[in-house]
């Protein structure tokens, strides 16, 4: 999980943020998600996750669950030394039994948690880091086309005191 679901739940993320926030987010996604990938150390994601959002970290629990429950019945098992990370998979290649299956494993597992978060996100309306989405669909939206229209309003007001 660390090595392919974790970048792409972070990605998933940085996708479904508001575009004015995507920006910050995306730099402290890419951070974990690159320290994930590389070290295995997933313990930030899984706080920031824990915190921002309760339920999609229920979710990324299942998806570990059903990681291990595939990887336990194809007999694929590498040991790791640190945090199960890609310098750990690299290094106990040799020792692993059946290492090539586990990067399709963890091909279908990272799409499989892009996918799951993202509907998660947009249709069951999961919170994350641009707030609850209900109330950015909801509440912002129509705040934002108020504000657009006050701005249109001004705008003719002012080229009509031009005119005059």
Same mark, same amino acid.
């Given at each position: 999980?660390?090595?392919?679901?974790?970048?792409? %739940?972070? +990605?998933?993320? =940085?996708? $479904?943020a508001r575009k004015g926030t995507r920006?910050?987010?995306? &730099?402290?996604? =890419? %951070?974990?998600?690159? $320290?994930?990938? =590389?070290? &295995? %150390? %997933?313990l930030p994601f899984e706080i920031f996750l824990l915190f921002i959002s309760p339920p999609l970290f229920l979710l990324y629990g299942l998806l570990c669950g059903l990681s291990l429950f595939i990887t336990w019945h194809l007999d694929v098992y590498l040991g790791f030394i640190y945090g199960a990370g890609l310098a750990d998979y690299l290094a106990l290649w040799h020792f692993a039994a059946k290492p090539g299956i586990l990067l399709l494993v963890?091909?279908?597992?990272?799409?499989a948690s892009f996918a799951t978060t993202y509907a998660a996100v947009r249709w069951l309306r999961f919170p994350t880091v641009s707030g609850d989405a209900a109330l950015s669909a909801d509440?912002?939206?129509?705040v934002k086309n108020q504000v657009d229209e006050k701005i249109n309003a001004e705008k003719e007001? &002012?080229?009509? +005191?031009?005119?005059e």
């Open positions: 999980m660390a090595i392919f679901a974790v970048p792409a %739940i972070s +990605a998933c993320l =940085v996708l $479904t920006l910050v987010w995306s &730099g402290c996604f =890419v %951070i974990v998600g690159l $320290t994930s990938l =590389v070290s &295995g %150390i %997933i963890g091909a279908v597992m990272a799409h509440i912002v939206l129509p007001n &002012g080229s009509e +005191a031009e005119q």
